[in-house]
């Protein structure tokens, strides 16, 4: 699994900082139902599935109110907790090792984009760093579902060029090896 070099730094240890966090990471409960209506998942799921018939990849989307109270307690970054749902979801057990988590934790305004080892190769780590930039962009004009689907068609975009789908397959239906739709994680 390969992600963008990134600062991911620990949260303070402080008492009142792990209070705030928690707070914080609750409180997004409300939050993450505006992000992520019904609405919004099924035409995400349907982008993917869109996606993923022009390439043998698999796109995993993973958005999450707030983090779990075990990561706050140890003042867990998101880093790790995208980890965690890289392995959870079985991001990295295709056949290719063709797997991209975009990871998104409402509370804490962080993205992850996670890929396993076989995409992670051949692309270079500024085309990580691009795609979260952008997706920051739009999320900061409340516009997730265009930042989500952005980083859907850049995702594309490199797959693709990487791992493209057979001659004619655009029609047929290949292995489709991990579920389409986001993955939305309540507190």
Known sequence: MQQPPQQHHRHSTGLFARIA???RNRMAEDSLRRVMPADVQKRLADRVAASEKRHTGQIRICVEGGLPLSYIWRSASA??????????LRVWDTEHNNGVLIYLLVAEHAIEILADR??????EPKVWHEMVARMREQFREG????????????VTVALV?????????????????LPDGPVVIRS
Do not use: M, W
């Open 21 to 23: 966090r928690l707070v």
């Open 79 to 88: 880093h790790e907790r995208a980890v965690t749902q890289f392995g959870k």
């Open 143 to 154: 516009c997730y579902e265009d930042g989500l689907t952005e980083a859907i068609a850049a």
């Open 118 to 123: 076989g995409i992670a190769r051949s692309i």
């Open 161 to 177: 060029e990487q791992y493209p789908a057979a001659e004619g397959a655009e029609n047929a239906t290949h292995s489709n090896e």
